[in-house]
Nanobody, 123 residues
């Protein structure tokens, strides 16, 4: 599965962005999908995850209530709606497909990764 993340950009604090994750060559309709992010000098961290049918979602404490993960069934993109953005949300955002149909918060459970999209929030 090859994934591509898009939709990043520069936004002011308090603003919003919507990231999209699409798959090429193979569908990820039966896989859980997660979003991770990596800020300069920091480890890549979990942001949000959704299971194969959208019925289960997880969020990190830092984005809970501000970000929403969703997916278009059966073969559409996975989205990350990011509202009330803060400067600390600045990072490269990656989408990843899990081995299983479940949502997962652990990076090691995601063997398929996209190339990342830059999100910069100015204060």
């Amino acid at each position: 599965v090859q994934l591509q993340a898009s939709g990043g950009g520069l936004v002011q604090a308090g603003g919003f962005l919507r990231l999209s994750c699409t798959a090429s060559k193979y569908t990820f309709s039966n896989n859980g999908v997660g979003w991770f992010r990596q800020a300069p000098g920091k480890e890549r961290e979990f942001v949000a995850a959704i299971n194969w049918n959208g019925g289960s979602t997880y969020y990190s404490d830092s984005v809970q209530g501000r970000f929403t993960i969703s997916r278009d069934r059966p073969k559409g993109p996975v989205y990350l709606q990011m509202n009330s953005l803060k400067s600390e949300d600045t990072a490269v955002y990656y989408c990843a497909a899990a081995r299983s149909s479940s949502s997962a918060t652990t990076r090691s459970l995601y063997p398929h990764w996209g190339q990342g999209t830059q999100v910069t929030v100015s204060s």
